[in-house]
């Protein structure tokens, strides 16, 4: 069983490495589009390719085989599994977690129509949502029963508030540097 649940482990990291870099991607095809042509057509069409193969390649499959190895941890044991409140709170997150990976497919349509409308600071506070819930996630984990609801929610906040507040930071650095 450890097996298994060093495979889920690794195939989260490589989801989320491929969950963060693609927001990355949208960001920068994003930001090609405020180019003259032809840098911006070519700047694009090279974004698409990255962001198909990172897609198809590393971060749709890394997902898959994370559900498969967590789904075969919670098979293995489910007596002791689905009693325990913490995996019912981490099950909430790994949803909320596939939610936001098909709704960033359809972004990765959207920048291959050329019909994204996002600008690049949401994209990147888009990209702080995949952070919060590798946050929630790994707690909830980590900690199991011991976590204090309290304190873990609070600590969720503040950790969004922190990264809230280093998005505007940079932005102002950003601006400054021109």
Not at 20 to 44: C, D, H, N, T, W
Request: glycine share 6%; with cysteine.
């Amino acid at each position: 069983m450890l097996y298994i649940k060093a495979l889920h482990i690794i195939f989260m990291v490589s989801w989320f490495a491929g969950l963060f870099y693609m927001v990355r991607l949208f960001i920068y095809f994003v930001e090609a589009g405020e180019q003259e042509e032809p840098k911006k057509s070519i700047l694009q069409a090279q974004f698409d390719i990255m962001q198909k193969r990172l897609w198809w390649i590393i971060t749709t499959p890394a997902m898959i085989l994370t559900v498969v190895f967590g789904t075969w941890m919670i098979l293995d044991q489910p007596s002791y599994y689905l009693s325990q409140s913490w995996m019912h709170m981490k099950l909430g997150f790994v949803f909320l977690l596939i939610i936001y990976h098909f709704y960033s497919q359809k972004m990765m349509r959207q920048c291959q129509q050329r019909t994204i409308n996002w600008s690049s600071g949401k994209l990147r506070l888009w990209n702080e949502v995949a952070t919060l819930l590798l946050v929630a996630i790994v707690f909830l984990v980590s900690m199991k029963n011991s976590l204090n609801w309290i304190y873990g929610t609070l600590g969720f906040f503040g950790v969004a508030i922190l990264l809230m507040m280093g998005i505007q930071l940079y932005k102002k650095l950003r601006k400054t540097r021109g």
